[in-house]
């Protein structure tokens, strides 16, 4: 009979054990990754003068990365962002590469996210080179708020 004990405490362990963890929570979100993510809308001012952007941004900071689209409101073009995201104490420091059609590199985003505001410089890439540079300040939409309605040119003449 005292073999049986030892054989039925090893049984009896896992059970045991496997009940600490009901009604555990751990969320998939950082408090970062709950406050950081999601749409964001400003402007960009350069040599071309003023461009609404709007941007839906994703931050996964146990991975250090961030993804997201970034959308030109005024031409309407929508480019994929990825790139390395660094945490910092007051938010973070994006380094976005901005790919058209998924694999053509036309732009970078250099921005740091402060709270809820997203603020730097996105420059256009040509031949694999930075050019033109835009001030870029976007803040971010709250939370069932409907993003603003992409600007459409309005004819000076009926």
């Known amino acids: 009979m005292r073999s049986m004990r030892p054989l039925a405490a090893a049984l009896l362990l896992p059970p045991l054990l496997s009940g600490c963890a009901f009604g555990a929570y751990i969320s998939p979100l950082t408090p970062l990754e709950r406050a950081a993510n999601g749409t964001y809308e400003g402007i960009g001012v350069g040599g071309t003068g003023r461009v609404p952007y709007r941007m839906t941004l994703t931050v996964q900071e146990r991975e250090g990365r961030a993804t997201g689209v970034i959308t030109n409101l005024e031409s309407r073009k929508a480019y994929a962002a990825s790139g390395p995201f660094k945490r910092s104490a007051t938010g973070g420091a994006l380094e976005l590469g901005l790919y058209e059609n998924g694999d ?35 803040n971010q939409v709250p939370e069932g708020v409907p993003p603003t309605a992409p600007a459409v040119s309005v004819p000076a003449t009926p």
């Open 104 to 138: 053509k590199h036309r732009g970078n985003l250099h921005a740091t996210l402060t709270g809820t505001k997203i603020s730097g410089v996105l420059r256009t890439v040509l031949l694999g080179r930075e050019l033109l540079g835009y001030t870029i300040e976007l």
